[in-house]
């Protein structure tokens, strides 16, 4: 009786989150994707994004608000059905990650997602090690006297265990 009771039990959960996750797909139809290109740019970059959503020599108005870059417009494309539209990433905006949206003259839209990231430094950072240091002949000489004591103590060491000299 356990066993019928958790196979019916695990059906209606497996038929339950199925209906879950298959229901908002009947709400997606008036949203498409927004392709935007780069993906990922710095500030001062140009962002290109299309979409299928406005249709045949549609057109449609891009939202960049949340980004700081305001609306910009979408016009046909020379690929068919394909509206583009561009906008820059302002110089103050932050890193993160921003949904970038289109409304179309016959009602559809489109989002998409634009990661913003700073440009960390390039080149040769000049900070005062390294390089910058001239080398010190006092330390290299002590070093190389140092290691060279070693050496021949090393030496001396193992020459008296091999002869038995050792325990008399």
Not at 23 to 50: C, H, K, R
Not at 67 to 92: C, D, I, M, R, Y
Not at 139 to 148: E, F, P, Y
Request: charged residues 15%; proline residues 5%; hydrophobic residues 40%.
């Amino acid at each position: 009786m356990r066993t019928t009771a958790r196979l019916l039990t695990g059906t209606a959960l497996t038929v339950a989150a199925l209906g879950a996750l298959g229901s908002p797909a009947a709400y997606a139809g008036d949203s498409q994707a927004l392709e935007v290109y780069p993906s990922t740019a710095t500030p001062g970059t140009t962002v290109t994004v299309n979409t299928l959503a406005c249709g045949s020599h549609g057109h449609g108005i891009g939202d960049a608000q949340s980004l700081g870059a305001g609306e910009f417009q979408l016009n046909p494309s020379t690929h068919k059905e394909v509206v583009v539209g561009q906008f820059t990433v302002p110089q103050h905006a932050k890193p993160g990650t921003y949904w970038i949206s289109v409304a179309c003259d016959n009602g559809k839209t489109a989002r998409g997602e634009l990661v913003v990231k700073h440009k960390g430094p390039s080149g040769h950072v000049k900070t005062g090690v390294g390089g910058s240091v001239g080398p010190d002949t006092a330390r290299i000489t002590a070093g190389a006297a140092v290691l060279a004591a070693a050496a021949v103590g090393g030496t001396w060491l193992l020459r008296r265990r091999a002869s038995g000299a050792q325990g008399r």
